[in-house]
């Protein structure tokens, strides 16, 4: 079965910091490029950071994040993190791991960890 699941999400103070996790299981892990999106309460989905196939030598972030927030991939653990820091009330959102192209938010992707910023 194919399958995300996120975890590391919780109950951050504004200006902390959190990693998220995002295990992969069922498919071949490191052809695929993987995105980090996102969704705040009463929000469409929106794309956060993504990283290349194989060695992740590209990455990309959304211009609300760069700087910030650092995704990763260790294909041996078919595993994708998003490093948080510096986060503000407005990073307040449910966060997915999923597959795809860069800037894609309709790919395959996993129940979500719930990330709550407050100031």
């Known amino acids: 079965e194919v399958q995300l699941v996120e975890s590391g999400g919780g109950l951050v103070q504004s200006g902390g910091s959190l990693r998220l996790s995002c295990a992969a299981s069922?498919?071949?892990?490191?052809?695929?490029?993987m995105n980090w999106i996102r969704q705040p309460p009463g929000k469409g989905l929106e794309w956060v950071a993504g990283i290349s196939s194989y060695e992740g030598r590209s990455t990309f972030y959304s211009d609300s994040v760069k700087g910030r927030f650092t995704i990763s991939r260790d294909n041996a653990k078919s595993a994708v993190y998003l490093e948080l820091n510096s986060l503000k009330t407005e990073d307040t959102a449910m966060y997915f791991c999923a597959r795809g192209q860069k800037y894609d938010v309709s790919g395959l992707r996993g129940q979500g960890t719930q990330v709550t910023v407050f100031s």
């Open positions: 069922g498919f071949r892990f490191e052809i695929y490029n």
